[in-house]
């Protein structure tokens, strides 16, 4: 059974980190493009953070660059978010995707809240 679970997200102030967590299993991890996505209420799905295939180049989203880094940990098929200088407009629910032609996954979220 295929699943994708976040950890990692909460409540933190202005100018502060998170580190969230993806933890996979049931699919070969390697062979999986990772990426981070976030919806933030009323707006749409968009791209935060990415691995462009099963190697290591990595996209980020205009408004993380500098901010956020992705990893990846193959032994342990995670996948992380390291979030710094956190801004209230990172306020959204963050999920994890495993993208493996024709296979597309999606974790359940976890939400980061930026506020003082």
């Known amino acids: 059974q295929v699943q994708l679970v976040e950890s990692g997200g909460g409540l933190v102030q202005p100018g502060g980190s998170l580190r969230l967590s993806c933890a996979a299993s049931?699919?070969?991890?390697?062979?999986?493009?990772m990426s981070w996505y976030r919806q933030a209420p009323g707006k749409e799905r968009e791209l935060v953070a990415g691995?462009?295939?099963?190697?290591?180049?990595?996209n980020y989203a205009d408004s993380v660059k500098g901010r956020f880094a992705i990893a990846k940990d193959n032994a342990k098929n995670t996948v992380y978010l390291q979030m710094n200088s956190l801004k209230t407009e990172d306020t959204a629910v963050y999920y994890c995707?495993?993208?493996?032609?024709?296979?597309?996954?999606w974790g359940q979220g976890t939400q980061v809240t930026v506020s003082s």
């Open positions: 995707r495993a993208r493996g032609w024709p296979y597309d996954y």
């Open positions: 049931g699919f070969n991890f390697g062979n999986y493009a």
């Open positions: 691995f462009l295939g099963v190697g290591g180049i990595t």
